[in-house]
Structures are given as C-alpha cells and as structure tokens.
C-alpha cells in the first residue's frame, strides 16, 4: 500500500520550497509541522521529498534540458555530475534534483508564474462552475472528491 501524502495549502508549500531552495531545511521542516501538524519525522520525509523541486529552481533551463536528456538515455550519474559542475549545488543537491526529476516530481516545463490554487478555485466557484473547480483540486492535490468540497466551501 502507498504511503498517503500529507495535504499542505498551496501557500505552505511554496514557503516551504523557498526556504529549502536557500538551505534552510530546519525552518521547512517547522513550517510544515506547523501547516499539517505532521510529527518530526513525517515533515522531514515531506520537506526531503521538496528538495529536487526547490534545487530546480536554481538550474538554468538549458541544463535541465540536457540533464533531462542524460536521464532518458539512462546516464542520470553523469546528469548528476553535470548538474553539479553547472550550477552552485553540491553533489548531494544535484543527486536530489536529478532523483526528483527521475520520479517525476519536477515538471518537464519550466515554471510559469500562473495564479495559485486558490486563486484559480476561486475563478471557477465566482463563475459557477462547481465542477471545474472541484476537478482542479482533485488534479492538483490529490485529494478525494470530499476533502476537494470541504477546501472549496473553505475559500471565501
């Protein structure tokens, strides 16, 4: 059976991203426990599962391209190796972005500044359209059809 991942607001997340993409995983890991009231351990986990999408912000999109190219051929050590000698991250980083990007956690394209979660709930739920909104938080989240109703009557 796969282990269930805790559910973190959008903006929790993003928060905890950005501290783990400037080296602070301790105030990350707080933040979550916080946000989800996880134990220690659970946190970390989610924090270290963070990780490879926090080190992509920090590769240039040419070397995500090349590094993605490695990997497909099979050559994720040398993705590795190549990810560190083209950006600031040590080898433990660049071992966790190219992992991250292996299992699929790290989009193929790069990050476009579109609206939160919320935001774009709200859209849906202003227009009507229920359903919409439901289906988006069910894609996004991973929630079931029941946590997604009780996230949307939430929002204001």
């Given at each position: 059976m796969k282990p269930s991942v805790p559910y973190v607001m959008p903006e929790a997340r993003a928060q905890a991203v950005a501290l783990v993409a400037e080296g602070d995983v301790i105030p990350?890991?707080?933040?979550?426990?916080q946000a989800t009231g996880?134990?220690?351990?659970?946190?970390?986990?989610?924090?270290?599962?963070?990780?490879?999408?926090?080190?992509?912000?920090?590769?240039?999109?040419?070397?995500?391209?090349k590094a993605r190219a490695m990997i497909a051929?099979?050559?994720?050590?040398?993705?590795?190796?190549?990810?560190?000698?083209?950006?600031?991250?040590?080898l433990r980083a660049a071992k966790d972005y190219v992992d991250a990007v292996r299992a699929g956690w790290i989009p193929a394209?790069?990050?476009?500044?579109?609206?939160?979660?919320?935001?774009?709930?709200?859209?849906?739920?202003?227009?009507?359209?229920?359903?919409?909104?439901?289906?988006?938080?069910?894609?996004e989240t991973g929630m079931r059809r029941e946590e997604a109703r009780r996230f949307i009557d939430a929002l204001r």
């Open positions: 990350a890991v707080r933040l979550i426990r996880l134990g220690l351990k659970e946190a970390k986990d989610y924090v270290d599962g963070l990780k490879g999408e926090a080190y992509a912000r920090t590769v240039p999109v040419d070397v995500q391209a051929q099979g050559r994720w050590k040398d993705a590795a190796k190549f990810v560190r000698q083209e950006t600031s991250l040590g394209e790069p990050p476009t500044d579109r609206p939160m979660l919320s935001e774009r709930v709200r859209a849906f739920k202003t227009a009507g359209d229920y359903e919409s909104a439901l289906a988006l938080v069910c894609a």
